[in-house]
């Protein structure tokens, strides 16, 4: 499986931006792709992940509510829809699968997209 993320740039915060993992390979229902994200000097984290087939979702704290995972399943595609972003959002966004099925930790996603920058300016 590979999975290509894209979809980054910078915006100002309470602006909007969508980002896209493109999927290619066999993703099986057990399976999850997540988000995460990375900020410079911070650990990765969690932001938010779907089951692949029957639309389940997760959220972190910090974007619940502003952030909105889902697929697009004639393209494969899963995206991260990011409203009302704020500056503590700024960071390099992942996408990856986790083929054992949900966990937030992002030790357990065994494939990874290239990572796409937000960066959310005051």
């Known amino acids: 499986v590979q999975l290509q993320a894209f979809g980054g740039g910078l915006v100002q915060a309470g602006e909007s931006v969508r980002l896209s993992c493109a999927t290619s390979g066999r993703i099986f229902s057990s399976s999850t792709i997540g988000w995460f994200r990375q900020a410079p000097g911070k650990e990765r984290e969690f932001v938010a992940s779907?089951?692949?087939?029957?639309?389940?979702?997760y959220y972190s704290d910090s974007v619940k509510g502003r952030f909105t995972i889902s697929k697009d399943s004639a393209k494969n595609t899963v995206f991260l829809q990011m409203n009302s972003l704020k500056p503590e959002d700024t960071a390099v966004y992942y996408c990856?699968?986790?083929?054992?099925?949900?966990?937030?930790?992002?030790?357990?996603?065994?494939?990874w997209g290239q990572g796409t920058l937000v960066t959310v300016s005051s």
């Open positions: 990856a699968r986790n083929r054992c099925g949900y966990s937030r930790s992002w030790r357990y996603f065994d494939s």
């Open positions: 779907r089951w692949w087939n029957d639309g389940r979702t």
